[in-house]
């Protein structure tokens, strides 16, 4: 990657709109921003394009705004489309103190495919051998074409088509997607609750979570009243409860701003803010 200038920006300008990992670690994040607010300065700069893309520094960036650092230096390097994007923002994590694991490669596969890249231009993009791009490249195929499979489905339940209009938009076969659709029909009634269901049992989860830390903060003071913890123990307790509620929001924010991010993909139009 050539760096073509250093500059002075908003950290908040950035647009973090690209993910060639298939989700934040939080707990390197967290780690970053304990570093940052220390006073140590970061080892390298956020790489971004001239449209202030962020190529390499996702987690900088995350470790940045817990503090509230409202600006900072970045490289601007010199890309002139998507592809090569793509490409450089996997291999600068290749080098780096956090490896792409095989799930981030996958994804970027993925978005490599979603732009028809051949399996040979994968393999370049990525520095991957012939063998290895393959063997991605049929997983995500797979993958993918199940994806389109149930859009086809929902397109045909919800959207208003029919199943022969929706096998010619999503690119399936009309014989599959009936059959499809003939079990799913019969599913669709007992189903049609889903997404209540589910958000009552995460209510549940977090109503039993929240009553579990209840009851040790409860415990935790009883024994600072009866002198059997130290203040700063109790610090120390409440310290982390803090952390890990900090964690949960940063990887729920991460997954709002990948949805938006997907949304916008899907509908031609480009993300307003997202994260990389």
Not at 38 to 61: C, E, P, Q, S
Not at 191 to 207: A, D, P, S
Request: proline share 1%; glycine share 4%.
């Amino acid at each position: 990657m050539r760096v073509v200038r250093t500059i002075t920006v908003k950290l908040h300008d950035l647009k973090l709109n690209l993910f060639v990992r298939k989700e934040l670690d939080t707990e390197r994040a967290l780690f970053l921003s304990e570093l940052i607010e220390a006073g140590v300065k970061m080892a390298d700069n956020i790489k971004v394009t001239k449209d202030f893309v962020v190529v390499d520094g996702r987690h900088r960036y995350e470790g940045y705004d817990l503090n509230k650092v409202t600006e900072i230096e970045v490289d601007v390097v010199d890309i002139d489309n998507e592809v090569d994007l793509i490409s450089e923002a996997y291999r600068a994590n290749i080098g780096g103190s956090k490896p792409p694991t095989a799930e981030d490669t996958d994804h970027t596969v993925e978005l490599l495919l979603e732009r028809k890249q051949s399996i040979s231009a994968i393999g370049k993009l990525l520095a991957l051998p012939n063998s290895m791009a393959r063997k991605y490249v049929s997983e995500v195929k797979s993958r993918l074409n199940r994806a389109r499979m149930m859009a086809a489905v929902e397109a045909v339940v919800h959207g208003g088509l029919t199943a022969a209009q929706s096998a010619e938009k999503f690119e399936v076969e009309l014989d599959k997607l009936k059959e499809q659709l003939s079990g799913t029909r019969k599913r669709h009634k007992a189903n049609k609750h889903g997404v209540e269901e589910l958000q009552r049992k995460l209510t549940f989860n977090y109503k039993s979570l929240a009553s579990s830390n209840a009851s040790y903060m409860r415990k935790i003071l009883d024994k600072f009243d009866d002198g059997d913890m130290l203040a700063e123990q109790v610090g120390e307790v409440i310290c982390h409860i803090e952390s890990l509620q900090k964690k949960q929001t940063r990887a729920i924010a991460d997954w709002r701003r990948r949805f938006e991010a997907k949304c916008a993909e899907k509908s031609g139009k480009p993300a307003e803010e997202s994260a990389a």
